[in-house]
C-alpha cells in the first residue's frame, strides 16, 4: 500500500530563497508530524498535528518556519529566507494514533 | 520529557544475535518504550514496542527490565541488511505528543 510521500526528493535553493516541501500522509492518518535531521544528528522535532486540533508548533526554530494541513490530510512545511543552517533531511511521519509513526523518506534541502 | 541513553555504536557478525541497550532510568508510568530504526537515506520505520511485558514480532524482541529504567532490543540473527541507526524513544499512552528522538545506536554487521 501506499505509504508517506514526500516531495520534493531534493531541492537545491539560494539562500534568501523561500521553500516549500509537501507531505502527503497515509489515507485516514489524522496525525502528521515534520521533523528535521541535520548531517549525522538525531530527528528534530518541529511541528505536530492531530485532527483539528490546534498544532504543536513548539519545534519549530523561527519564525520563518511555518507548516500548514489543509483538509486534514496534506501537509506543507514553508521556509522564508532560507538560511545555509536550514540545510537538512526534512522527514514527514502521519499516524492513525499518534502512537506509531509512519515516515516518508524525506527531502533533502541544501541552500547554497 | 524523560530521556534514553543509547551507545554510539555497536559491531555486530552476520547471523548472530545482537542485542541493543536502552536506559530510561527517569521512565513515568505511562510511558511505553519504542524502538524505530532507520536505515540509510530513508526514513526512520518502526521496530517494536512495549510497556511492561516482553515483546515479539516478525522483525526483533523487546526486553523489559522489571524496574523499567532499562529495555533492550533483540535481534536473533543480524544480517547486513539490519545495520542502521536504532532509536529508543518514550511515547506518552495514548500518544498524541511529540516524540523526542536522540541520536541512537549505529550498528554496524559485518561478514
Known amino acids: 500500500g501506499a505509504g508517506v510521500s514526500q516531495s520534493p526528493s531534493n531541492k537545491v535553493t539560494e539562500k534568501g530563497k523561500d521553500v516549500e516541501l509537501r507531505c502527503d500522509p497515509i489515507s485516514g492518518h489524522t496525525a502528521l508530524y515534520w521533523y528535521r535531521q541535520s548531517l549525522g544528528q538525531g530527528l528534530e522535532f518541529l511541528i505536530y498535528f492531530q485532527g483539528n486540533s490546534a498544532p504543536d508548533k513548539s519545534g519549530l526554530p523561527s519564525d520563518r518556519f511555518s507548516a500548514e494541513r489543509t483538509g486534514g490530510s496534506v501537509s506543507t512545511l514553508t521556509i522564508q529566507r532560507t538560511q545555509q543552517e536550514d540545510s537538512a533531511v526534512y522527514l514527514c511521519?502521519?499516524?492513525?494514533?499518534?502512537?506509531?509513526?509512519?515516515f516518508g523518506n524525506g527531502t533533502r534541502l541544501t541552500v547554497t | 520529557d524523560a530521556k534514553t541513553t543509547q551507545p554510539n555504536s555497536m559491531e555486530s557478525n552476520e547471523e548472530e544475535p545482537v542485542h541493543l541497550p536502552c536506559n530510561h532510568s527517569t521512565i513515568s508510568g505511562t510511558d511505553y518504550i519504542h524502538w524505530y530504526r532507520q536505515l540509510p537515506s530513508q526514513g526512520p520505520e518502526y521496530v517494536i514496542h512495549?510497556?511492561?511485558s516482553n515483546v515479539n514480532n516478525r522483525m526483533a524482541s523487546l526486553a523489559i527490565a522489571e524496574d523499567r529504567k532499562s529495555s533492550t532490543l533483540i535481534l536473533h540473527r543480524a544480517t547486513l541488511r539490519d545495520a542502521a541507526v536504532y532509536y529508543c524513544?518514550?511515547?506518552?499512552?495514548?500518544?498524541?505528543?511529540?516524540?523526542?528522538f536522540g541520536t541512537g545506536t549505529q550498528l554496524k554487521v559485518e561478514l
Open positions: 511521519a502521519s499516524s492513525p494514533t499518534g502512537v506509531t509513526l509512519n
Open positions: 524513544i518514550l511515547v506518552l499512552t495514548g500518544g498524541g505528543n511529540k516524540l523526542t
Open positions: 512495549g510497556l511492561t
